[in-house]
């Protein structure tokens, strides 16, 4: 039997400030009771109203650490993608969310942790230390993120290229990636929306993703990066080819 070892909180000593805009950030039990409240209220609200389906559930990975990798079309996104989840597993699944969207004022921050668990990225600070911190907490902890390597929400709808941040994360690791492709999610609530619309969403998981043998540079991450878009781009064809002609 392994040695019981004292491991004291990476948030301790944050203030509640610090903590809510902190990677560092742990969920307590009232955070737990909160999200599993919050993802089931979800569950039902997407399948009455936007009548989700979701294909591939089968390659979802049972255990962290994993990464859910999608296109970005909506604020609906990490919400669809974390109620696919089982219940088990939400405790430690962190959506990444733009700082400067979810986590400028006390309210929202307090919403984007209480209720979807998210963890900041800072858009105007993304550098090299912050995704190495994100690397560091998803191997040692274990836990899971659910990551749009977009960067932004679409304007158009269209998928754009992606970054290299993946990368940074996963190159060399034995962390999967399992990728993910969301429609009917910029009809349903397209950027300029506040209120979303009755659309029909789909969800499609494809088969993770390791880049274990990926190395950790420039080139690593980029190939990461394109792999991991080119996967995407397949499940999007697949959901294309799925839909019923006019």
Request: hydrophobic fraction near 45%.
């Amino acid at each position: 039997m392994d040695e019981w070892k004292y491991q004291p909180a990476r948030d301790l000593g944050l203030s509640q400030k610090e903590r809510l805009r902190s990677v560092r950030r742990e969920s307590g039990l009232v955070g737990v009771i909160s999200h599993h409240l919050w993802f089931a209220t979800m569950r039902c609200y997407l399948r009455l109203f936007h009548r989700l389906t979701v294909h591939g559930r089968e390659n979802l990975v049972s255990q962290p650490p994993f990464i859910l990798a999608a296109n970005h079309a909506s604020h609906l996104d990490a919400l669809i993608l974390a109620t696919a989840l089982p219940a088990g597993l939400r405790a430690c699944v962190f959506p990444i969310a733009a700082g400067d969207t979810f986590f400028e004022t006390p309210v929202l921050a307090m919403f984007a942790t209480g209720a979807m668990n998210a963890l900041p990225m800072w858009r105007k600070n993304c550098g090299r230390h912050a995704l190495e911190q994100l690397r560091q907490r998803l191997l040692e902890e274990p836990c899971a993120y659910i990551l749009f390597p977009e960067g932004t929400r679409s304007r158009s709808g269209e998928m754009a290229c992606f970054k290299p941040g993946l990368g940074m994360i996963v190159a060399g690791t034995p962390v999967p990636v399992v990728p993910c492709h969301l429609a009917g999610v910029f009809e349903a609530l397209p950027p300029h929306h506040k209120i979303p619309r009755w659309k029909l969403i789909e969800l499609r998981i494809g088969k993770p993703l390791v880049f274990s043998v990926v190395p950790n540079n420039r080139e690593g991450w980029e190939r990461i990066a394109s792999e991991t878009e080119r996967a995407i781009r397949s499940l999007m064809r697949r959901s294309v080819s799925m839909k019923p002609a006019d």
